[in-house]
């Protein structure tokens, strides 16, 4: 990357506190396509000058795919020493990369002695934009080209926000369209509740073709996804529709970093 | 005199039939665990009166929110007729509340409407189950009792209106005839179409204007002590189970107290836990679910919404979080019974997990929350679903194998891959 990134081993170091800790989560740290995502936040975190920083080695998972697979002890294991590392480094604020970890942070952590404003990175486009710190000039042109957003279940049903990602995406002046299950509505990818590490059940078809499917019906040139895991599931779909060359699945934290030319 | 003899026997003997099963169904719904849901109590209040009493969660299909809005008016506005049938039949009067004048009228053409409307309705409804087969009234949970219990409840209600109608318009004949005891009273906008087909003898009008009268208030009793049995029990537990619903945000699932009393003692061997319940973790069977999970079981009516939109059962799978509810229901009055004829502390060697949900269930839900969005008395299946994992993961270690190894990675990597932790930052060395 053309700048460091700051961890916040290194900012206590020099006795200085970020704005906000940007939470990356297992599969922007470790997954080649979500680390894409990742970097692309820490862009936009560097291009607005906010003071951010990263745990880096310290992060560990949230226990978020242990808790939906049912194992509560490994999930409050990871949750509590999560917590000790947050609350040692006086953490206040925390953009998450992922949903569920948002999700998991935000609403589960408190009970267990871990409370701090979590946003998830589509919100924080949503309040860039919304300061003005952030418009999409400078780089590539989204301006009529057709998108159609996917709702993440543990951003939209789980957390209800629906809004903070369509904003993010309308400052492009492009044609958003909605597929027919959207917002409340939506349609899950197939990989929530641990299912992104198994095989599915038996069934008829598998939940991400079904997916897009009907993205497809929308006939876009881009899917835009605010999870790393949806990611995944739907660019497996395009695949399997051979569709690579006409449909691109990207983040919204990618579209918004390619719309500035960062 | 010998007539209201019979109606305050009847009456009674139906209200008292009622209250047995109901105080059966609240002491089993008893048998689950505690569960905190009495805080917030403007919130919960706003809650009820929106999504039961407002039915705001219906309009997302309009068609059935239509049609149900009419049964649902017709069935509240009518019980103001049942009020007066109450007192005619106790003190031998007719129509009773007819010194109201106009606004009797009024009311009485108001009924008559609204009965109209919901026999309509009933009967759309009907053929919606029985010709067009709509999909989401299928499935491997609706077969026998579920769907005879539909067809009874709406070919009930088509006889209930119908009997309303007739004895309106034979009452109505009986008026303009000036039968004595018939008081002119009340507007029949729509029973004045079957008055034709009437006979017009006063003496066989009476025999009609009575049995019709019979019929409806015998069929209202028979039909509140149909409802313990039915799944249109949700007339009357839409309104607590909405009142006492999860108001926290649908992605937040409870943290266990049992478990973070253990982590905490592992993590600091200072810690000196809090009192604890042992028991298990997770349920195996309906007794280690909560109140309001079985609450939300016997409120469950079946309409399939929740299983329409579960993206495991839309794609083949057989998880149906109609289902879920349906079989907890089942096993909850199953356990009633036994507690009924061998006593509490009977055991059938039966649980919920395997008897009635099988592991393939409940391993093929992505917990979506699309199934607790869709209910419109919101009930969540998908609490359930996780309670029977962690009884599966945490008593059994019984996980499908990937899984099984996604938590040895969490565990010994901290990342539900194989990675090692110190690779974790290297996504910032490249471009």
């Known amino acids: 990357m053309e700048f460091k990134v700051p961890t916040m081993a290194e900012l206590m170091a020099a006795g200085e506190e970020p704005e906000i800790l940007f939470w990356v989560g297992c599969a922007g740290s470790y997954d080649e396509r979500a680390q894409k995502i990742t970097r692309d936040i820490c862009k936009i975190l560097h291009h607005v000058g906010i003071k951010y920083a990263v745990l880096g080695t310290e992060e560990s998972c949230t226990g978020d795919p242990a808790k939906r697979a049912g194992n509560e002890f490994l999930f409050q294991m990871q949750a509590m020493t999560n917590i000790e590392v947050l609350n040692a480094y006086n953490i206040k604020k925390i953009v998450t990369g992922c949903p569920h970890c948002f999700n998991t942070i935000k609403n589960e952590y408190p009970g267990l002695g871990g409370t701090y404003e979590v946003i998830h990175h589509t919100q924080l486009i949503q309040d860039l934009i919304n300061e003005g710190k952030l418009k999409a000039e400078g780089g590539e042109s989204f301006k009529g080209k057709k998108i159609t957003y996917h709702d993440p279940c543990y951003l939209g049903r789980g957390n209800g926000i629906y809004e903070a990602p369509r904003k993010a995406l309308e400052v492009l002046d492009a044609q958003l369209v909605e597929m027919k299950r959207c917002k409340s509505n939506g349609l899950c990818c197939g990989a929530g509740g641990a299912q992104m590490f198994k095989e599915p059940e038996k069934g008829n078809k598998d939940i991400n073709v079904e997916r897009i499917d009907e993205a497809l019906e929308t006939s876009p040139q881009f899917i835009a996804a605010g999870c790393p895991f949806c990611m995944t599931m739907l660019s497996d779909g395009i695949k399997l529709k051979d569709k690579e060359q006409e449909v691109k699945v990207l983040d919204i934290a990618e579209i918004t970093a390619r719309a500035n030319g960062l | ?431």
């Open chain 2, 1 to 431: 005199m010998v007539a209201q003899i019979i109606f305050l026997v009847l009456t009674l003997a139906a209200i008292a039939l009622f209250t047995v099963n109901l105080r059966k169904i609240i002491r089993n719904i008893r048998l689950g665990k505690p569960v905190d849901r009495h805080d917030q109590p403007q919130k919960r209040l706003m809650t009820m009166l929106r999504v039961a009493f407002g039915q705001s969660k219906m309009v997302v299909r309009p068609i059935p929110a239509f049609l149900h809005f009419f049964v649902y008016i017709g069935f509240i506005i009518i019980n103001i007729e049942v009020l007066e049938i109450m007192i005619d039949g106790l003190f031998g009067t007719h129509r009773i509340f007819n010194g109201l004048g106009s606004l009797y009228n009024f009311l009485i053409g108001s009924f008559e409407i609204l009965a109209f409307t919901v026999w309509i309705s009933c009967a759309i409804f009907l053929v919606r189950r029985n010709i067009l087969k709509l999909k989401r009234f299928s499935g491997v949970e609706m077969k026998s009792w579920p769907k005879s219990d539909a067809n009874y409840i709406l070919i009930t209600e088509i006889l209930l209106m119908s009997a309303f109608l007739l004895m309106n318009a034979a009452d109505a004949k009986l008026q303009l005839l000036g039968a004595s005891h018939y008081v002119n009273a009340g507007a029949f906008p729509v029973s004045q179409y079957l008055m034709n087909i009437l006979p017009s003898t006063e003496s066989a009008l009476v025999i009609i204007e009575r049995s019709c009268w019979w019929f409806h208030i015998i069929g209202i009793l028979a039909f509140l002590n149909y409802l313990p049995y039915s799944k249109h029990f949700h007339i009357l537990f839409a309104f607590p189970n909405t009142y006492f619903s999860n108001l926290e945000p649908k992605g937040e699932f409870t943290n266990m107290a049992s478990v973070t009393n253990e982590v905490k003692a592992m993590l600091d061997p200072s810690f000196v836990p809090a009192e604890t319940e042992p028991g298990k973790f997770g349920a195996k069977d309906v007794t280690d679910l909560s109140w309001v999970n079985l609450m939300n079981a016997y409120t469950c009516t079946e309409c399939g919404r929740c299983t329409s939109v579960c993206p495991a059962n839309i794609t083949g799978k057989l998880l149906s979080p109609r289902k879920i509810m349906m079989d907890t229901r089942d096993r909850i009055t199953e356990l009633g019974q036994n507690i009924d004829k061998h006593g509490a502390e009977h055991q059938d060697g039966k649980a919920l997990l395997d008897d009635y949900i099988t592991r393939e269930e409940i391993w093929a839900c992505t917990s979506c929350n699309a199934c607790v969005e869709a209910c419109p008395v919101n009930i969540d299946p998908l609490q359930i679903i996780m309670e029977l994992r962690r009884y599966a993961v945490m008593e059994e270690s019984q996980a499908p194998g990937s899984i099984n190894a996604m938590l040895g990675n969490i565990e010994n990597n901290q990342a539900p891959w194989k990675y090692s932790p110190a690779d974790r930052f290297n996504w910032a060395q490249e471009s």
